[in-house]
């Protein structure tokens, strides 16, 4: 598990004439993106990109540094992807190898929440309790506030992590349920939903179990079947229901003993199954942020959803304003011990980038404001 994290603004203007009021039409929906293109970008044009992954390796053991960088992009006129440096195995990257791409899988989460609640059920403004009975829904937060973290459920804490540390490591084969993976969460009481943003991973094991529930399927088939294989994700995987496909870098987790095919292996990725437990390309990971956000994969109301909010935080979504230097943007980070991943999409632009690093805890946003500063003028 381990996995850390570190809008849109209708304004409606009522007017008066002839002393009437002047009815105001509903806000418009955002188009949707075209398709994705398929022009792969020319080699010369993409020597700028491919020149920042191997800044990133040049100096691996700085902040912002790493041994190993994969990124794509991915634009309605064109895509291009690149990787340098190596795993924490030695082994070279390519483009295609998938990592762990940790809290990034909680876009999939809301995202399929949404579309069950647009066919009907859930409620996204009844208790989750209404849905899923369990200690920590006991404060009646709604299924709309988990979404957003701010139902007041407080997140895994250091103690925390260190015993789930030590059962994975007595049985790194060992398959996890949801459910189980909730019974490392301490004794920290619930707060008053609704009152502040407050990053929670068990919220998302939560909303994992309300979509087995509601669809009666393992997690990893209903987001394969609602999400992955609409937008045409060929190499992702949601662990621990599917197993990354190879090319897949190796984690040197020492709690996982042998490598076993999962990342890092089958009891951490069942146990960040939910809100961490995803495994992808970078190419891949930059799809589904442009299939998303743009609407193509759940109605643009729905992403408009997703994507509102007046802080840090939609659902499911973080929010980086003008935090790149391309505009408004979304998506979010991810933070595993051996890989950190950012996704980030902005609108205006029609644009998705993912930038993956084969090390954990590092300063990843710069690395993505200068990877974002070097496809500006591509954009054009």
């Known amino acids: 598990m381990r996995w850390s994290a570190t809008a849109l603004l209708v304004i409606a203007l009522v007017g008066c004439s002839g002393g ?186 939560l909303l994992g179990m309300l979509i087995e529930k509601l669809t009666g399927l393992p997690l990893a088939a209903a987001l394969r079947r609602d999400l992955a294989a609409p937008a045409g994700l060929r190499h992702a995987a949601f662990q621990d229901g599917e197993k990354p496909q190879p090319p897949a870098a190796v984690d040197d987790d020492p709690a996982c003993g042998v490598p076993d095919g999962y990342l890092p292996c089958r009891a951490f990725a069942s146990l960040a199954a939910a809100p961490g437990g995803l495994a992808a390309d970078a190419p891949t990971v930059a799809r589904w942020g442009y299939q998303l956000y743009g609407g193509r994969v759940i109605p643009a109301e729905l992403v408009s959803q997703m994507t509102d909010g007046d802080g840090q935080y939609g659902l499911g979504t973080m929010l980086f304003t003008r935090q790149f230097g391309l505009g ?38 710069r690395r993505m404001a200068e990877l974002a500063k070097a496809v500006e003028p591509l954009l054009s």
């Open 328 to 365: 408004d943007a979304y998506g979010h980070r991810g933070d595993m011990p051996d890989h950190t991943s950012l996704l980030v999409v902005v609108p205006a632009k029609r644009v998705s980038i993912a930038l993956i690093l084969a090390d954990g805890g590092r300063s990843i946003d």
């Open 20 to 205: 009437g009021e002047v009815p105001v039409p509903a806000p418009e929906t955002p188009a949707a993106f075209p398709a994705p293109g398929t022009q792969v970008l020319a080699p010369g044009k993409a020597k700028a990109l491919q020149d920042e992954l191997a800044q990133i390796v040049q100096f691996p053991d700085s902040p912002s540094g790493s041994r190993g960088a994969t990124a794509a992009v991915v634009t309605d006129r064109w895509t291009w992807s690149g990787a340098a440096g190596t795993d924490s195995r030695g082994t070279p990257l390519r483009a295609d190898t998938s990592m762990a791409v940790a809290s990034i899988t909680k876009t999939f989460i809301a995202a399929e929440v949404l579309l069950l609640a647009s066919k009907g059920s859930p409620n996204l403004e009844l208790p989750l309790s209404r849905y899923v009975p369990h200690r920590l829904t006991a404060n009646y937060a709604t299924v709309r506030q988990h979404l957003a973290m701010t139902a007041a459920v407080p997140d895994y804490q250091p103690g925390d992590f260190a015993r789930l540390d030590r059962a994975a490591a007595a049985a790194p084969e060992k398959h996890w349920t949801l459910a189980e993976s909730l019974n490392f969460v301490g004794d920290g009481r619930l707060g008053e939903p609704g009152q502040a943003f407050i990053y929670s991973n068990p919220s998302y094991v």
